[in-house]
């Protein structure tokens, strides 16, 4: 395991099960049963269809610690299908109004992206977003918004977002950009948190509505890791290392 790991430089690995059914190293032992993904703070692990169905108990050791296993949630499909209908409402609500769209980033990026092949109207769009620093020791941690250029005074602007969780930061968004004076302030985000999100705004736009569970892929992240997935994976239950 240690030379797999030192051939890989330690960070991210690919395990060919084909070639490889056991790592007999002395640490941790790891079922990989309906697991499809696997993201520890410092590695991947790539589990294909076949390893699942096999049901293989592998023994992990570090630096293979898993620390969280997600399995799959939303598909390739009906991430697109929820998009399409986002779609569809925009393209309806906001014909001949030249929208602005804004996304934020980073996890918002997929999303747009879609989401904007989709437009059949006149669409405008930029990307914010916040940049944490630790400021004095009287402010403590300081989110700053960047990238805003765009003149949004009367302009109908859509905030794009992946997820609304708690709903803070879509809150902080609403007031920076509403003191901008814009035409009209609307939000369309893919995925929202209801249990969770306990703020009086309205969410115009909903993809889905998901419940109280870490989700990454498709540009959401877990640490920085999982926003290449195609597909939305949920934290499963039984986590064992939490
Ligand atoms: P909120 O301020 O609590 O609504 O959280 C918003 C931000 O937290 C989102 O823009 C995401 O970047 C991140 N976030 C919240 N929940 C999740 C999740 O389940 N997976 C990945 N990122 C999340």
Redesign the pocket.
């Known amino acids: 395991a240690e030379e797999l790991a030192n051939a890989h430089g330690g960070t991210a690995l690919s395990l060919d099960f084909s070639k490889t059914t056991s790592l007999d190293v002395e640490a941790t032992d790891i079922l990989i049963n309906n697991a499809a993904v696997n993201i520890s703070r410092v590695n991947t692990i790539d589990v294909t269809l076949e390893d699942w169905e096999k049901n293989i108990l592998i023994n992990l050791t570090w630096p293979f610690v898993l620390i969280k296993k997600f399995i799959p949630y939303i598909s390739e499909k009906e991430i697109d299908e929820i998009i399409s209908t986002l779609a569809d409402q925009l393209n309806k609500d906001f014909e001949g109004k030249n929208p602005l769209f804004i996304g934020?980033l980073n996890?918002s990026f997929m999303f747009v992206s879609d989401l904007m092949k989709k437009m059949k109207i006149d669409v405008e769009l930029s990307f914010v977003k916040f940049q944490s620093y630790v400021g004095t020791a009287s402010t403590g941690k300081v989110s700053e918004l960047i990238g805003l250029s765009a003149d949004l005074n009367k302009r109908h602007v859509v905030i794009l977002?992946?997820?609304?969780?708690?709903?803070?930061?879509?809150g902080e968004l609403l007031d920076l950009l509403g003191s901008e004076q814009p035409a009209s302030l609307s939000i369309a985000t893919l995925l929202v948190?209801p249990d969770v999100f306990n703020k009086k705004y309205v969410l115009h736009y909903v993809g889905k509505n998901i419940p109280n569970k870490?989700?990454?892929g498709f540009g959401?992240?877990?640490n920085e890791l999982g926003r290449n997935l195609k597909e939305i994976y949920q934290l499963a239950d039984n986590n064992q290392h939490d």
């Not at 977002?161 to 879509?170: K, L, P």
């Open positions: 934020v996890g977002e992946d997820i609304v969780d708690t709903g803070n930061t879509m948190k870490f989700v990454v959401l992240d877990y």
